[in-house]
Structure formats: structure tokens, C-alpha cells
């Protein structure tokens, strides 16, 4: 089966615009995480679901971060009124539960210019 | 708070050399220590993980040792390969730290011919 997917792999935008990333967990999992990577850090944690709800949202940084899984599925992250400093790699992961192991997407490398 | 100290942050070793990565971690309570590889524009692929229950775990050419009373652990890749050139990050995951993972910073390794 396929792994997890997210799109757009790339995105540049200016500051000030609003984004939306989008990420596909393996179909079945039921938990889901977003994770932010900045060049030669390794990835923090955002925020994680347990099917439709955010279990965990303590890591999003500020209210310009939001997350939703309406469906219990796919999750979109939502990044208002960007800032250059949002600039970095956006990691979805999902699992069959919350003590197995993550498998990660390819990743969204967002820009803001 | 850096809760996972990663070291070195580069290393190069020959092919056929065994890179020996370390991570500290101050939080008792966690309780899996995954490691991840991760080549350019991908994202973190699991490697192997350990439970503190046991002092080492192979699987293939990585070995995990860990040594619970002084908080450390470490990655060895035994008879490296060019292939393994890549960035590993350390992790770990307990249940007061919630679903997070609290990577390391990374480490770049290079296996030359």
C-alpha cells in the first residue's frame, strides 16, 4: 500500500498569505502527527490526532497554526498571515496507534518570501 | 528545552568503518528510543528502536546500545556502506511526553568508497 502522502511537496508564498498543507496518512491509521524541520534541526513536534480530534495541539507555536482531520483521515495544516520564520520542511506522520511506531511523508517544504 | 542531546553532528568514516552515533536524554519517564534515517527531500525513515527493558537490539548491520542508568544510547552501522550516507536522527518517545517524539539534531553521516 501506498505510504503517507503530502502535497505540494513545495510551496512559496508571500508574507502575509494564508496556506493550506495537506497530508494523506496509511489508510487504517488512526493517529497522525505534523511536524515542523528547519534547516539542520530535526523535526518538532506540532501536533498530534487520535482519529477526528487534536489530542495533543501543544506544540503549535501560535494561533497562525491550526490543524484539522474532519474525517478522521486526511489533515490539513493551516498557516495564517505567514512569516518568513515559517519557512521549513512540514513532516506528516501516522501510525495504527499511539505506541507503534510513526511513518513519515515525504514532506512539504514551505517558503515564504 | 533540548530534551535529546545528539553528537557528532557530522561524521565521515571509510566504507567498511563502523560510525557510532550517541544521544543523551534527560526525561526518565521516556520509554522507546527510535533511530531514523533521512536523505535529502525525503522524510525520516525508521531504522530500528529499543525499549529500556533491554541493553542492545540488532537488526541487520544497526545495533542499538543502551544504557539506561546513564541515559544514554547509541546507534553503531557495522560494515558501512556509501549508501548509508544520510542524516540519522535519535528520538524518543514516554508517556508523560504524550504521542511527541523529541528527536535529536541530527547527525550527518558520510561513507566514502
Known amino acids: 500500500g501506498a505510504g503517507v502522502s503530502q502535497t505540494p511537496s513545495n510551496k512559496v508564498t508571500e508574507k502575509g498569505k494564508y496556506v493550506e498543507l495537506r497530508c494523506d496518512p496509511i489508510?487504517?491509521?488512526?493517529?497522525l502527527y505534523w511536524y515542523r524541520q528547519s534547516l539542520g534541526q530535526g523535526p518538532e513536534f506540532l501536533i498530534y490526532?487520535?482519529?477526528?480530534?487534536?489530542?495533543?495541539d501543544s506544540g503549535l507555536p501560535n494561533d497562525r497554526f491550526f490543524a484539522v482531520r474532519p474525517e478522521g483521515s486526511v489533515s490539513t495544516l493551516k498557516i495564517q498571515r505567514t512569516e518568513r520564520g515559517d519557512s521549513a520542511v512540514y513532516l506528516c506522520?501516522?501510525?495504527?496507534?499511539?505506541?507503534?511506531?510513526?511513518?513519515f511523508g515525504q514532506g512539504t517544504r514551505l517558503t515564504v518570501v | 528545552q533540548q530534551q535529546v542531546k545528539q553528537s557528532p553532528q557530522s561524521l565521515i568514516v571509510q566504507k567498511g568503518g563502523i560510525p557510532i552515533i550517541n544521544c543523551a536524554y534527560e526525561?526518565?519517564?521516556?520509554?522507546?528510543f527510535p533511530w531514523y534515517q533521512q536523505f535529502p527531500g525525503k522524510g525520516p525513515a525508521l531504522l530500528i528502536a529499543?525499549?529500556?527493558?533491554?541493553s542492545e537490539k540488532k537488526e541487520g548491520r544497526f545495533t542499538i546500545s543502551f544504557n539506561k542508568s546513564a541515559k544514554q544510547f547509541s546507534l553503531h552501522i557495522m560494515d558501512s556502506q556509501p549508501g548509508d550516507s544520510a542524516t540519522y536522527f535519535c528520538?524518543?518517545?514516554?508517556?508523560?511526553?504524550?504521542?511527541?517524539?523529541?528527536f535529536g539534531e541530527g547527525t550527518q553521516l558520510t561513507v566514502n568508497p
Open positions: 506522520a501516522s501510525s495504527l496507534g499511539y505506541r507503534v511506531e510513526a511513518f
Open positions: 489508510s487504517g491509521h488512526t493517529a
Open positions: 490526532f487520535q482519529g477526528t480530534g487534536a489530542a495533543d
Open positions: 526525561n526518565t519517564a521516556f520509554d522507546y
Open positions: 529499543i525499549r529500556p527493558d533491554v
Open positions: 528520538a524518543a518517545k514516554g508517556e508523560t511526553s504524550g504521542s511527541r517524539l523529541t
